[in-house]
């Protein structure tokens, strides 16, 4: 059943790539006291699907999945502080860093794992597509982070997770992080190949299986 009203627009809002209105529809939902959960669910997580798949078809380029991610982010700045609020006096179950490896610009996959890890209780520390292995390594550093999430689009791109896990252990940080892998061309099998901890085809199942590690390594 495809939703009306507010979730409605909010998820063409985000398909036409229209930050400005996503913005508005997400202020328009927090001053009716919506649920923001509702709003990621409903709204925003079927925009981001229906833009993954029509790339995958040839239906949309790389503009719609830049415009289409910078539209949810403007949406998710004005939601954000109210899942932070429902989960105030909650200590935060874990850091994470995330990023889509050097090469590969691919935005939307890795927001929405974001969003959901955010929802779920982690604290994200989201550094951007196309970056270097020593970005992730300072990264783990500065925010002692505690999972990293490794995402590629690309089969070009898909050994750039390989170096960033080979450069934790060289920087003697692999034993004290776990590491996600995600993204169309990877596998299970790609995950155990290469020495990640675990591997996720969608995002939902992406922030279970990293609460679940977080919880284990702790």
């Not at 925009?47 to 999945?65: N, Q, R, S, V």
């Not at 597509?129 to 300072?138: A, G, H, L």
């Not at 155990?192 to 922030?207: C, R």
């Amino acid at each position: 059943m495809e939703p009306s009203g507010l979730l409605a627009d909010l998820r063409q809002a985000i398909i036409l790539g229209d930050a400005e209105r996503a913005r508005e529809l997400a202020e328009e939902a927090v001053a009716a006291n919506d649920d923001p959960m509702t709003l990621i669910e409903q709204g925003i997580r079927p925009a981001m699907d229906h833009i993954g798949e029509g790339f995958a078809g040839g239906e949309y380029f790389l503009p719609d999945l830049v415009m289409g991610g910078e539209a949810t982010k403007a949406a998710m700045a004005v939601l954000e502080p109210c899942l932070k609020a429902g989960q105030q006096g909650q200590q935060a179950m874990g850091r994470v860093v995330i990023g889509t490896v050097k090469g590969d610009i691919h935005e939307i996959g890795k927001t929405l794992v974001a969003i959901f890890m955010r929802a779920a209780g982690l604290e994200v520390h989201d550094i951007g597509v196309d970056v270097p292995t020593e970005k992730f390594i300072d990264a783990v550093r500065e925010h002692d982070a505690d999972l990293v999430g490794l995402s590629a689009l690309l089969t070009t791109t898909m050994i750039q997770q390989k170096n960033v896990i080979d450069a934790l252990t060289a920087a003697g940080l692999r034993e004290r992080v776990k590491v996600m892998v995600g993204g169309a061309p990877i596998s299970a099998s790609w995950s155990k190949e290469i020495g990640a901890d675990a591997y996720a085809d969608n995002a939902a199942e992406a922030a279970r299986l990293a609460t679940n590690l977080l919880k284990k390594h702790r």
